[in-house]
């Protein structure tokens, strides 16, 4: 269970953070996650169903439901692993409301 009342909370690597949501999802738990969203978001789709990051300036906050993990996607910037992602816009978002969100974000 992720809970910023933990006083390890602030103190997680991102190493540690993936780990302890990996965890989680495996015991059926998703994850709600919240970021920044880019120009990139307008760029995901059906072909391209992973979220790229760049310098953009930041539009919006947006949250997204974390369902899963594979390790062998590859995120197309030289980095492999994703944590699959059910976006709250629906089906017209992506494939069919769901993508990609590269661990190393």
């Given at each position: ?42 760029r ?22 974390i ?39």
């Amino acid at each position: 269970n992720l809970d910023n009342n933990d006083p390890d909370f602030a103190a997680l690597t991102r190493f540690r953070l993936k780990e302890r949501i990996m965890k989680s999802l495996q015991k059926g738990r998703p994850i709600i996650y919240n970021f920044h969203l880019s120009n990139e978001y307008t760029r995901i789709n059906e072909d391209s169903p992973v979220l790229r990051f760049t310098q953009d300036i930041y539009e919006a906050g947006h949250a997204v439901l974390i369902i899963g993990y594979d390790l062998d996607v590859d995120t197309g910037n030289g980095e492999i692993g994703a944590f699959k992602v059910l976006d709250c816009r629906g089906k017209d978002i992506a494939d069919q409301g769901y993508w990609w969100l590269p661990f190393q974000r």
